[in-house]
């Protein structure tokens, strides 16, 4: 099973920019279906973004779609998620999950459809 890590969360302005990395060990990403979920405080966990294993296709939700970009580098074993035009509402924390089966590749940005999640990493948008 893949280990997931996530990195680059942190304050940023409204408006402002950041990156997340997910560096994965234990086996590599180009077979797994990747995504970015986020989850606010007595929110559920909402899938933001992902990559599909295989075909490498990239799907968004509605919320961030034109102001986030997730890209996998297989070289590295990690993807990441570059956040621009931040909104208040973007304030959660952030975790990375993947799954190699085709559960995950039909139902990608759904929570249930992942085994293998990182520990998060804590995204606040505040002036």
């Known amino acids: 099973q893949v280990q997931l890590v996530e990195s680059g969360g942190g304050l940023v302005q409204p408006g402002g920019s950041l990156r997340l990395s997910c560096a994965a060990s234990?086996?590599?990403?180009?077979?797994?279906?990747t995504a970015w979920f986020r989850q606010a405080p007595g929110q559920e966990r909402e899938g933001v973004a992902c990559?599909?294993?295989?075909?490498?296709?990239?799907y968004y939700a509605d919320s961030v779609k034109g102001r986030f970009i997730m890209s996998r580098d297989n070289a590295r074993n990690t993807v990441y998620l570059e956040m621009n035009s931040l909104q208040i509402e973007d304030t959660a924390v952030y975790y990375c999950?993947?799954?190699?089966?085709?559960?995950?590749?039909?139902?990608?940005?759904?929570?249930?459809?992942?085994?293998?999640w990182g520990q998060g990493t804590q995204v606040t948008v505040s002036s």
């Open positions: 990559v599909i294993s295989g075909n490498g296709d990239t």
């Open positions: 999950a993947a799954d190699a089966r085709v559960r995950a590749a039909m139902y990608p940005l759904e929570h249930w459809s992942y085994t293998s």
């Open positions: 234990g086996s590599t990403l180009d077979g797994y279906t």
